[in-house]
């Protein structure tokens, strides 16, 4: 069920984006009056389709159908969408009619900057998504994110292995001071840092870090959790427990085992399913022994007290320009990310993933705070790729009405058809690269 309610979400924010995304390219189109043949959402390879306007019970259902230039429908294969615009070689490759005499309501016709306007029609409209979904966002759940100040890291191998201790808290990355403790790992690797200075104790120390390791930190799961005291916070009414553990209740040894943090008795408690066992307690200036029951999964009922999420609230007219901020500073964030993977020597590469990985990250149960919010991000995703200057992308298309503009001269439809399978061989490897990241990832 888990696994069916993934598959939809990411079904139904992929064809959401792409609608979007090639609604841009088809709005401006018609705003030139350059034709369009076909609006699809997924790919009709080979003809077929699941749904066309063309075709004959809906002709009949609807005869003014057949009338319409383009053809909007849904292709079977779902890895995307496109507008077939007249005159433009794109990644059908159908040339036939380039080979004609060019008509005003080609796409080829029309002057440079227009066409540049088409292409870019695209990646506006992600953009402007993404900023309005922002700006819905903040205006009804507000932003929640946890400071960094006063909280501890809890740390994985590799972040022992580079320096890092549990309990440390990070003072800065180099001369940057951290704000949202949930972003550590990423500032880590995006910003190049070559010194973190962390508060150890009482001791204020740098850990320099090596950049050789930046494609592990890109790959490694949790490097810095949240280091969680095991503060009890209720213990709720009818559990073995309860009575035994009042609220501020501090656990520090497990069956004998001394405990720091939440996450040192988990794999204590988990060897101890289904016992009971004694707990070292700590309530207010006293330390006492109790016993407690720990149940089959491993839990002993309680809840713990958890630092504090910040919270700002913003009415509808400040969600506006934070919701612009919010749109170029991810932005910002996912052109870090690509220079990353464009760098051999950190193997971001590996962390390149395909629908898959895409899947992975929408939750287990509807949530529409979470659902827009990775709709947004993923908005802003497919924008930036598609400005890269890759032929075949709309940033390619982009580069190409540039250099006319500039130049004054117009590249060959030979050069540009050789570009475009340039480009498309390019995707092709990108995509199994993706594919096989992901597969990899679920095999270890």
């Known amino acids: 069920m888990v696994v069916l309610i993934k598959t939809l979400q990411v079904i139904l924010a992929l064809s959401v984006l792409i609608l979007i995304h090639e609604l841009g390219h088809f709005m401006w189109a018609k705003l030139f009056h350059i034709r369009v043949d076909k609006f699809f959402l997924f790919f009709d390879i080979g003809g077929a389709k699941l749904f066309s ?3 004959a019970w809906f002709t009949k259902l609807c005869p003014k159908a057949a009338e319409w230039e383009t053809e909007y429908g849904i292709g079977w294969l779902p890895l995307g969408g496109y507008c077939k615009i007249a005159g433009m070689i794109d990644e059908s490759l159908d040339t036939a009619a380039m080979k004609l005499d060019p008509q005003p309501w080609e796409f080829r016709s029309h002057p440079a900057w227009q066409r540049l306007l088409v292409m870019s029609g ?3 409209n992600n953009f402007i998504f993404a900023i309005l979904a922002y700006i819905l966002i903040l205006d009804i759940w507000g932003d929640v994110y946890l400071r960094n100040e006063g909280n501890a890291i809890y740390v994985n191998e590799l972040a022992y292995e580079m320096g890092f201790r549990t309990g440390d808290r990070i003072l800065a990355l180099d001369d940057y001071v951290p ?3 949930t972003t550590l790992q990423v500032d880590l690797a ?3 840092v070559r010194k973190a200075t962390v508060l150890r104790g009482t001791d204020t120390l740098d850990i320099y870090i090596d950049q050789s390791r930046i494609g592990e930190v890109l790959n490694s799961p949790l490097m810095f959790d949240l280091a969680i ?3 009890v916070d209720t213990i709720p009414a009818g559990t073995p427990n309860a009575g035994i553990l009042t609220h501020g209740d501090r656990i520090v040894s497990v069956d004998g085992q001394p405990i720091t943090y939440l996450q040192d008795a988990r794999p204590l408690l988990a060897e101890r399913a289904g ?3 004694p707990v070292g307690i700590i309530r207010g200036e006293d330390s006492l022994q109790v016993a407690l029951q720990v149940d089959t999964t491993g839990k002993v009922g309680v809840y713990t007290i958890f630092p504090n999420y910040e919270r700002r609230e913003y009415s509808f007219l400040q969600a506006i320009p934070a919701g612009v901020k919010l749109t170029f500073s991810t932005v910002g964030g996912y052109l870090q990310d690509l220079r990353l993977v464009a760098t051999p020597r950190t193997e971001a590469y590996k962390s390149v993933g395909s629908f898959i990985a895409i899947g992975q990250v929408f939750p287990a149960e509807w949530d529409w705070y979470r659902f827009l919010t990775l709709l947004a991000l993923l908005s802003i995703m497919l924008g930036v790729m598609n400005l890269l200057p890759i032929p075949a992308l709309d940033g390619g298309h982009i580069v190409i009405c540039l250099y006319e ?7 060959s439809d030979k050069f540009i058809l050789a570009a475009q399978m340039v480009g498309m061989v390019l995707l092709l490897l990108l995509m199994l690269l993706a594919f096989g990241n992901d597969i990899g990832r679920l095999i270890r």
């Open 179 to 181: 704000d949202d403790f």
């Open 190 to 192: 995006r910003r190049d």
């Open 229 to 231: 005291p095991f503060v």
């Open 275 to 277: 016992r009971e066992i």
């Open 405 to 411: 503009m500039i130049t004054g001269r117009k590249p």
């Open 122 to 124: 695209g990646v506006l």
């Open 53 to 55: 306007t063309k075709s």
